[in-house]
């Protein structure tokens, strides 16, 4: 799996877009980009992913560059619940059973 | 879905016991895997489960570290011989093809 690179940390006033970056410029044609978010005591929970489109759910958008080198994860209207460590991660489609690797994320704190 | 349970969600002991960790995973998932999480650290995986069968260790589990998976529905986590390096959160995720994997809220194991 590609290795990829994100800040330490962030901060966001509550209310605004939270927009989170990484980069993933040795990714491959066939690897996923999978957002996974750490609040203080929970386990990871998973966001959102994607190939090479622009994704939305409920819970953010992701947006892919062109060259699929670097990636932001959105959080349209940051809470003070969305303060937790996101992680971005590279991953084949079909390992879908092998491990998720994490690299140590980075700590988003939304200010009140 | 009632989510990926583990218990206990902490565990004190003195060095040198033994200790194991529950994790019930979502019904119907087919794959379960143990990771532990260090402070400041992402994730890091241990094993994985297909069904009952133990398909795939880290270096990281070493020979004082068991897992079971009876039956293929929940698994153990077993550390003997408990060392002050063992302390760290023990986390449990589930999946079944090629979703996303979920996670419990983890077992904090402290040694004194």
């Known amino acids: 799996d590609a290795k990829t690179t994100q800040p330490p940390s962030m901060d966001c006033a509550e209310g605004r877009a939270a927009n989170l970056p990484c980069n993933h410029s040795t990714i491959s044609g066939n690897e996923y980009v999978y957002w996974y978010r750490q609040i203080h005591s929970q386990g990871p929970q998973y966001i959102i992913h994607g190939l090479k489109n622009n994704e939305t759910n409920e819970m953010a958008s992701l947006i892919i560059t062109e060259d699929r080198k670097s990636s932001t994860l959105i959080l349209p209207h940051a809470t003070l619940r969305d303060t937790a460590v996101y992680y971005c991660?590279?991953?084949?489609?079909?390992?879908?059973?092998?491990?998720?690797?994490f690299g140590k994320g980075t700590r988003l704190s939304v200010i009140a | 879905d009632t989510g990926v349970s583990q218990d206990p969600r902490h565990k004190i002991t003195k060095r040198g016991q033994n200790v194991t960790f529950r994790c019930d995973p979502i019904s119907e998932h087919n794959r379960l895997y143990w990771y532990r999480q260090t402070l400041g650290q992402g994730p890091e995986f241990l094993t994985y489960?297909?069904?009952?069968?133990?398909?795939?260790k880290s270096r990281l589990l070493s020979d004082r570290f068991s897992a079971e998976r009876p039956k293929g529905s929940f698994s153990t986590l077993e550390i003997q011989r408990t060392e002050q390096g063992d302390s760290a959160m023990y986390l449990c995720a589930s999946t079944r093809e090629d979703q996303p994997q979920h996670f419990g809220d983890g077992t904090r194991l402290s040694i004194l």
């Open positions: 489960f297909q069904n009952e069968a133990q398909l795939e």
């Open positions: 991660i590279v991953r084949a489609y079909y390992s879908g059973n092998t491990p998720l690797v």
